[in-house]
């Protein structure tokens, strides 16, 4: 009787640390889940906490910055027309979110061609400086869909106002120069 009471206790012993080790192996799992881990920065933050992932991996991550201009690249190869050209004074902030001094604050322009149609592809360069207690200097990411969201932390709170530069559009800047650039020097192509 007593032989058969130990393997009875054996087996609901072993049944319970097989429980509470799948009990843990689920809950590390759903820990796991809801964290974000980015392969370029290393960062391995809430999801809540994303965006400073985000910031970080943008002005390292050249691959990603350019992969709106990818099939645009070419000094020769020029897909787009003027009528496709972003147009600065047509351009608009279409939405905003701003946070508390300490946490990301961001917003949205929607960049559009100078009919006023709005654009549908990425490959412009805006350039954004915030001003007030402090000066900032914003990372713009490019949606790719014409939309170019514009994330900052102002650490003062107080009262700030936004300088927004179109630097170039439809990838111009980011154009690979003809092989013989440097040979040529400065003579008219």
């Not at 149609?117 to 200097?137: C, E, F, H, P, T």
């Amino acid at each position: 009787m007593r032989n058969k009471r130990g393997i009875l206790l054996g087996v609901v012993i072993s049944t319970a640390l097989f429980t509470l080790v799948v009990r843990l192996n689920i809950d590390i799992e759903n820990l796991l889940a809801t964290l974000a881990q980015d392969e370029v920065t290393g960062c391995f933050l809430d999801k809540t906490e994303s965006d400073w992932c985000r910031v970080r991996r943008e002005r390292v991550d050249w691959v990603q910055m350019m992969r709106p201009c990818k099939k645009n690249m070419s000094w020769w190869q020029k897909n787009w027309n003027k009528y496709e050209r972003t147009n600065a004074g047509k351009s608009i902030i279409i939405s905003k979110d701003i946070r508390p001094a300490g946490e990301h604050s961001k917003f949205y322009i929607q960049s559009r061609t100078p009919d006023g149609r709005n654009k549908l592809n990425g490959g412009d360069s805006w350039r954004v400086k915030i001003k007030g207690k402090a000066w900032i200097s914003p990372t713009v990411l490019d949606l790719e869909n014409g939309q170019y969201e514009v994330i900052f932390m102002p650490m003062e709170p107080g009262r700030y106002s936004a300088e927004i530069y179109l630097d170039y559009s439809l990838c111009d800047g980011l154009r690979d120069p003809p092989n013989d650039w440097f040979i040529r020097g400065t003579r008219i192509i």
